[in-house]
């Protein structure tokens, strides 16, 4: 556990990595780093975001990294780039932060599928492991209770998550790892749970991109590099109108994601 | 509209009938089917308007462009004549098999409302499967997209257009390999196989059309790169169909407006030029039209069954290319687009509908009643803004 009272005054600017957004980053997953950009800015925190493509060296340096989410192909591609480099695995080491969206969670854990559904080895950044399951994609706006954010430093609590999610794996959390909250809308990890939490290292479901629709998440990452103490309040207006919005949408079923009889079968 | 929802309900009642009716209706037409992600409806209009130079054509380019929408167009026109098809990307295989199009116009592959299609190379994919099994004479295709150039390979013959293509984001992994791929400024390869830009046929510049080493002055009324790209592909097909040139150049002439798109129209006394745009592709090509610097803009976003349930892909525009200008967020998810633009720290305001989106415009200090407001939105926000001008297309 790091002391945040020296963190505060920084004399770097915190440095964010997009990881192979051409890859991973089909979802407007971008808009993750652009969300947790301005919210340092508008602190008046510098900050450096970096694209890192596929092909290039990984710096190891950086404070946090984006994994956005991504199609069965470029998945597989960007776990055998990510493992040539090892840059992310030493990032992880030294205690960086990571956010894994969807597909990019599904690659950091022990194992996951490819397109033809064969089990193949991912990174093991993130203790979980993603299986192929009999039962339809899930796509549809995912809603969860009052998410509880584990840290070295304590728990955080993050309000409910809110997003849109369309996967076809199901994630199932290892021992070592927390997850984000229930799920109250939706399917999530597919065990009733949202989320992994390894360390440093957070994989959602969620897609909006998850930190617009979910600021408290936002800030509770960048908090981990800067301390909650330089993380003054921001003018949230608009992200509190439409997660209102989306959280009314979700209860309501506006856009009630597909479901099996199966399902509803093992929901009840 | 209404007239589009009733043929399609009579072309399911008819397929209930008779599942063959598509090959049916076309076995003695000369068929093309033009498909895409982005500009289908335009192209499909420019192409039948280029053959009409000199023959009869019946199309659907209303939009119903799955088989029943087809199959409602075609059973009220003379059994011989032309059929234009605009294809929904699903579809094209089930219509190229049912119809035996002779030629075949694929535009491009973007990302569209991925919680309905999933993969746009799982669409590539499906594309050259179905030029393989129903080759048709010819197909037209983009050479600049990676995805349309692997699909339309599998084609005996191809005439590559070079559309100057700057949407690149969604073909970045090889669809042959999964391997990496290079763009330069205008080539690309994939870095691990041998997939590569195929020799131009077409090319497009800021004015012209250069076509069987024949260079013409860009004949069209409507806006920006992206409607002259959309003619060459028209043009290029209309020659492979047996249409000249000269006579197809000067058919396209007329057109100011494809079902509604570019439609200028007054609202309480305020000119507003209705656009379209989609998806990030669409987008990228719309905010390139906009006009005046300083015009004030309003931006429309659903997420009906028809655009997509979820807007995420609003984060992948760059709206911030509006620059200073004021922007009013409408439309059901107006309050995404409102974030959106919180993040990209644009100058903006939410309205509950276009009306009220209008009220704020004139109130701004940038209105200029001279110069069309631009109302850009996605597919339902864009009907329900042509039926407040009036409708009818």
Redesign the interface.
Known sequence: MTSSSTSTHRDSAVTIVSLY???L???????NA??LS?RLEWRGIAVEHLTV???APVPDSADLYLVGGG????Q??ATRELERSQGLHRAVDKGAVVLAICAGMQILGHRFPDASGASRDGLGLLDCETVRVDRP?A??ELLTTSAQFTTARGVVDLGPLTG?E?HAGRTVPGPTSHVLASVEVGEGNGNGSEGVVTGNVIGTYL???AL??NPRLADALLGLIVGPEALTSLDDH??D??RA?RIHAAREHE?APRRSWRDVLRRS | MHFGTGSVIGGRVSLLIDSSLLAKLTANRDVAIVSATNGKTTTTKLLSTALSAERPVVSNWLGANMTPGIVAALAASPANETAVLEVDERWVDSVLRDTNANTVVLLNLSRDQLDRTQEVRKLAERWRQALTATPPRTVIANADDPLVTWAALAAPKVVWIATGQEWTADAAGCPACSGRIDFTDSDWSCSSCDLRRPAIDVSVSNETITIDGREFRSPLALPGRVNRVNAAFALAASSEMGVSLTAAFDALDDITEVAGRYRVADINGTKIRLLLAKNPAGWHEALELLEGPTTPLVIAINARIADGHDPSWLWDVDYERVGSRLVIAIGERRHDLAVRFRYGNINHAVAENLDAALELVRASAEFDPTVPVDVASNYTAFQDHLQRVGGVL
Not at chain 1, 25 to 31: A, F
Not at chain 1, 71 to 74: F, K, N, R, V
């Open positions: 957004p051409e890859l980053g089909t979802y407007g997953d971008g808009g652009l969300v301005r493509d596929a092909g199609e069965d192909g470029p597989v591609q994609r796509v549809g849109f369309n897609h909006g991109p617009a629709r608009d992200v109108v439409l919005e856009l």
